[in-house]
């Protein structure tokens, strides 16, 4: 476990208050991180042959819905119950297992033979980047895939974080920036080496700022 202090511990508990109310809202409203995440989710993993994964933050399962399309076999981890139960009601499959987990525990999952582990959107959120690599190189299989797709660090220096709308305005929640070299490193201490990179831009502003980042990682 790595929570480091009570300021930690009291972040984590906002941002799991701040998606169970986000959830009423996160399909619908307007959100191009989401949008184009899906988007980046899809191109980069169409390429790739999977069938057991184990998807982190995995929200209300937009993306779960399209990994269906190749696995066999879905875990999907996340601390929000409300997100959890908007991705219960649009996905029956005996195939997904859906878990509330906190990601900066130990993942309780009882196998060391992934295929896939997925993350996208959420390690803004997660203070200790070393602990998600060191949990999902214990449950890939030599070869398996890291997929991660993030809000780009260019983005985040630039001051924009996950936020949603409230009848009393907007509200921003508080994040951590990953540096580009602190995947990087984190991936070869943990015994990964990256497969690809990518930056993804909004349609038609490709001088601007690139929106998301993705990395797929070998163990
Ligand atoms: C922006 S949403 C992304 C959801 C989904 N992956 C998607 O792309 O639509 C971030 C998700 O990460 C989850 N999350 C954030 N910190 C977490 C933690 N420490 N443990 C488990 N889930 C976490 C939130 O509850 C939320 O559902």
Redesign the pocket.
Known sequence: MCKNNSFDIEN?MS??KA??I??NQ?DTNKNL??DL??RS?IETLSKYKFETVL?????????TKWLLEKATHIIG????QE??NKAKEKIFDERVTFKK?????NWDVDTDSLELVS????L???KNLNHIFYQASLKLKEDGLFFI?ELHPFKQYSGSK?RYETENGTEELEVYIHHISEYIENAKTNGMELVELKEWFDEGVENEIPRLISFVFKK
């Not at 998807?55 to 993306?63: D, H, I, S, V, Y």
């Not at 981890?77 to 929000?80: E, H, I, K």
């Not at 993350?119 to 959420?122: A, G, N, Q």
């Open positions: 984590e941002i799991e998606y169970n986000w959830a996160y991180t989401r995440d899906k989710t998807e982190l933050g995995c929200g209300t399962g937009k993306n981890l996340d601390f929000s997100m959890l987990a906190d990601l900066n525990e993350c996208s959107l959420t803004e959120h997660i797709s996950a």
